[in-house]
């Protein structure tokens, strides 16, 4: 059972500008990876292969983020990144890069999702990727 955190408790709860809004788990067998997931927590599954992203199944969720199982040409191993909504993708790789970050993938746009990504890997090892969508555009 997941821990928590309820009002009170000492932790402060404010607006979040920048939202989590997305995840991958990667990996590079993704259509082992794909039956895993969906075996182990009956999760609807939805094949979309694209460009860079050979093996990609998305899960569209009614409560709690979507995400996306299976692999990526930008990695070899296995990941998980989570993706932050910003507004301006090539302003936060900049802001990263001076923090620290490096670049695993550089701002592209993935006309077929309707989005524009990046990944960083933060100066303790993790890939974090940032997103703007374009949906409503």
Not at 36 to 59: I, K, T, V
Not at 74 to 90: F, L, N, Q
Not at 104 to 129: C, F, K, S, Y
Request: glycine fraction near 10%; aromatic fraction near 8%; hydrophobic fraction near 45%.
């Amino acid at each position: 059972m997941a821990a928590r955190l309820e009002r009170g408790s000492g932790v402060a709860f404010g607006v979040v500008t920048n939202p989590v809004v997305h995840f991958e788990i990667l990996g590079p067998n993704g259509p082992a990876l794909i039956e895993f997931y969906r075996d182990l927590f009956g999760w609807q599954l939805q094949d979309r292969p694209l460009s860079g992203w050979p093996h990609y199944a998305l899960l569209r969720a009614s409560n709690g983020i979507g995400g996306a199982i299976g692999s990526a040409d930008a990695v070899s191993g296995a990941a998980v990144v989570v993706y932050v909504e910003v507004d301006d993708p090539d302003a936060y790789v900049n802001k990263a890069e001076q923090l620290g970050a490096t670049v695993v993938m550089p701002v592209t746009h993935v006309a077929a999702a309707e989005v524009t990504v990046a990944w960083l890997r933060d100066p303790q090892g993790n890939i974090v990727g940032v997103v703007q969508n374009h949906e409503s555009d």
